[in-house]
């Protein structure tokens, strides 16, 4: 490799992790807030509902949202974003400004509060997730569970960390003795019978499946080996980004179930340890025959 090629990979390496110091900055500044309204406070918070009356937001969603912008848009003014709450799309204030689309190949796809309704009832399981993608491609992942103090990194090619220890994905051969985590969708009346006979026909094929309700952090449970596999129907990019590249940092694999290759935009996903991968892709695409229609 030239020396010209070296200083480029360089440059790259260095950017990158500029970029996940930044969003680390935000995450565990976001997740300070967010605990800050966690306890006895979170029964009395204010609720407003989105898509559903399963869907819902507080002022801890909005309030962590506010500091994740105002750091990124700080350090990368010119950078696009994706926010959850912010209904799904940002303008930068480059855009805004010049009038024109922005052209940066970088994009942060943010969930402020990833598990509201665990927060809403006080179960601690949610957590903040920044992923960056490159080109559309995930280039950084950071992911914080406040209540645990745990912080989930990772950067293309560099490997998936949980404060500072290298992480990989479980070593479970079989899918009988593995142990599953997948999530449904606030849509779930629409995929009821398919989501649950899936549920019940893989609770019976291995040790367990559970249902904890934050993406972001399942997928960082599989890339820490606690969990042996994820999958569910209808996420969104904010819901990913981290967590996937999390997985694959970690030495698993991510895929979509049904269609194959996973598109972070796309709204399936199936993230594994790599020795379990085929057989439990086998399991989902012949439940889907089963129940042709119901998935989408």
Known sequence: MSNQNNKALDHDLSSARLIRDVATKAAIKAGRIIKQYWGESTNSLEVKHKSSWRDMVTVADKKSEEVILKIVRESFPDHQIISEEGGGTEVSPIQSINNSPNTSKYKWAIDPLDG??????????FCVSIGVLFEDKPLVGVVYNPIQDELFTAIKGQGAY??????????????RDSL??????YSINELQKSSMEL?????????????????????????AGRLD??????????DIAA?????EEAGGVVTDPIDGNLDLFGNKILASNALIAEELISKIQNSQKLHAGAVS
């Not at 509201?116 to 399981?125: D, G, K, Q």
């Not at 040790?207 to 399942?218: K, N, P, Q, S, T």
């Open 162 to 175: 949980l404060n500072g220890q290298k992480m990989s994905v479980s070593k479970v051969a079989t899918l």
């Open 229 to 238: 596999a994820f999958w569910e129907y209808g996420l969104h990019i904010w």
């Open 199 to 223: 549920f019940k026909e893989l609770s019976f094929a291995t040790h367990g499946v559970r249902r904890d309700g934050a993406a972001a952090l399942d997928l960082c449970y599989v890339a």
């Open 243 to 247: 967590g996937a590249l999390m997985v």
């Open 116 to 125: 509201t309704t665990n927060f809403r009832h006080s179960y601690p399981f």
């Open 180 to 185: 599953l985590v997948t999530g449904f969708a």
